[in-house]
C-alpha cells in the first residue's frame, strides 16, 4: 500500500514585468528557478503568505488587492524528494527593481514564451508557464 504524498502549501507569483517577461527565483544551494513565493503559514491567507514572502525575497512590497487569483496548481516539489508542492497562484503586474534577499540567490526575467535557456522548478515548468502561454493565446 502506497503512501499518500506529502504537501507543501505555498503562495506563488506569477509576476510581469512591463515588457512582459516574468520574473523566477533561484533558492541558494538550488538549481532549479521557480516562481516568487512561499509557504503558507497556520491560519494565513494564501494571499497575505504572498505579500510577506515577495517582501522578505525580493524587497517587493505588494497591495495583495492588486493580485488576481490564478487558481490552485501541483506538480512535484523541486527541493523536497517525496513532495508534492500544491500552489495558490496569484497574477501580479509589476514595475519595480527587484532585489534578491534572504534564501533567494538569483532572479531571472525570461520570456515566458521560452524556459530561459534555465532549469526550471516542475511546477514553473511543466504546469505555470504552460497555463500562462495558454492565456495569453486565448486573450490575443
Do not use: C
Not at 509576476?15 to 497556520?42: N, S, W
Amino acid at each position: 500500500m502506497s503512501t499518500p504524498p506529502r504537501i507543501i502549501h505555498i503562495a506563488a507569483a506569477l509576476l510581469i514585468g512591463p515588457d512582459g517577461r516574468t520574473l523566477l527565483v533561484r533558492k541558494r544551494g538550488t538549481e532549479a528557478f521557480m516562481q516568487p513565493g512561499g509557504k503558507i503559514e497556520a491560519h494565513e491567507q494564501p494571499v497575505r503568505a504572498l505579500a510577506r514572502e515577495l517582501e522578505e525575497e525580493l524587497n517587493l512590497f505588494i497591495d495583495p488587492a492588486q493580485t488576481a487569483y490564478l487558481g490552485q496548481f501541483s506538480a512535484p516539489a523541486a527541493n523536497e524528494p517525496g513532495f508534492i508542492v500544491q500552489a495558490e497562484l496569484f497574477l501580479l503586474s509589476i514595475d519595480s527593481d527587484v532585489h534578491p534577499a534572504a534564501e533567494i540567490e538569483e532572479v531571472r526575467w525570461i520570456d515566458p514564451a521560452t524556459d530561459g535557456h534555465l532549469t526550471l522548478a516542475p511546477l514553473t515548468r511543466d504546469v505555470i508557464l504552460p497555463f500562462y502561454r495558454a492565456s495569453l493565446t486565448t486573450i490575443a
